[in-house]
């Protein structure tokens, strides 16, 4: 991964390769460049209405929603930023679940078993509170099965959060039809699309789709910043606000904006929209190379969930008679994961391998290979060698044990 600074020494040690890019990604220096002077002269706070200050920081913070807003179709009104995705999901779950069920009765939260932690545990929260939470299964390739999702919508259901696309195994949920069912119900969609935005197609318009989370750090943004984009119109969504303080963010998320953060944001998601489709082609070989490498030279490999309905730089794979952690303590100047970065170091296994079926015993000899804006076809060469060598070495020695 070659992005370094003009600042930055060369006297320092090899970095490991990067593989593990749904865990974070590095901030792209363009990014860095339209951050800078946010910091030092044009500090102003965007809630400073009477002068330049703060007029400058208001405009660019509605440039960046406007940017943001871009990226999936929608406007820049609805656009409200928070601390990133695992805000926004809460904000989400919880305030429309509450608001919901104040103003209209409907108590009932449907899920899936794969979403991120932050959406389980805020439906969960919802479930302690009296509302009904239903967690609908995945098949073995990682897809909710729609007639089930159509199943679960009902007239008391207030929300349906899918994710757009998984953060360990990759894969992309079909959220037009899930959008289509959730309108004729009357249920208001929210998907958390912290690893789709920037690298799918989403347009909040034709896949029905009523609240949508997203992060800066997983498009090449900085860390500390996300957004959750909120219907305005047809339906018109409302929440309940977690904070309480000045009413910024249209009442719906109290304190101060941080102006360079936001920029941030908004400069790596103009970047994300003009580069998407050149590449995702690129990483799609990339992976493809890196699993056809694999799958010829380490025997029982196999792929975890859909290998059609896939973001291009995600490979969650299980190697049958090694741990993951065992592999990944030997693997030589490789940084890759076992699956969520957010879960690192809980207890139990990965929910979402659990989900699809898998036994215990292959749960635990999974990782994840995450590739990303910075990865190069060495690195991907380089990487495949290490991993075959490696395995066959921990075999061999199990082996002869």
Known sequence: MSI????????????????????????????????????????????????????DAAEAVDQARDAVAAEIGGK??????????????????????????EAEGRDKIVTVASEHACVLESAARLEREGFEVVRLPIGRDGLVDLDAVEEALDERTALISVMAVNNEIGVIQPLGEI????????????????????????????????????????????????????????????VEALMDGGGQEKGVRSGTLPTPLVVGLGAAARIA????????????????????????????????????????GNLNVTIPGLEGQELMAALD???????????????????????LGLEAGKVAASIRLGLGRFTTQEEVETASDRLIETVGRLRSRRGAA
């Open 333 to 355: 100047g490789i940084a890759v994961s076992s699956g969520s970065a957010c879960s690192s170091g809980a207890p139990g296994a990965s929910h979402v391998l659990q989900a």
């Open 76 to 101: 820049g009104r609805d656009i409200l930023f928070t601390s990133g995705a695992t805000e926004s999901n809460n904000l989400a779950i919880k305030g429309a679940g509450r608001r919901r069920r």
């Open 273 to 312: 929209g003009r580069e998407r489709e050149r590449e995702a082609e690129r990483l799609k070989g990339l992976r493809d190379r890196l699993l056809e490498r694999l799958e010829a030279e380490i025997d029982g490999l196999f792929l975890n969930g859909s290998r059609e309905a896939r973001i291009a």
């Open 179 to 238: 959008g289509k069912r959730a309108r004729a119900a009357g249920a208001w969609f929210h998907t958390d699309a912290a690893q789709g935005f920037g690298k799918i197609p989403l347009d909040v318009d034709e896949m029905a789709i009523d609240l949508m989370s997203v992060s800066g750090h997983k498009i090449y943004g900085p860390k500390g910043v996300g957004a959750l984009y909120m219907r305005r119109k047809k339906p018109k969504v409302q």
């Open 4 to 55: 370094r600074r003009d600042h930055e020494t060369t006297n320092r040690p090899a970095q490991p390769i990067y593989l593990d890019y749904q865990a974070t990604t590095p901030t792209d220096p363009r990014v860095v460049d339209a951050m800078t002077p946010w910091f030092f002269e044009r500090f102003g706070n965007p809630h400073s209405a009477e002068h330049k200050y703060g007029w």
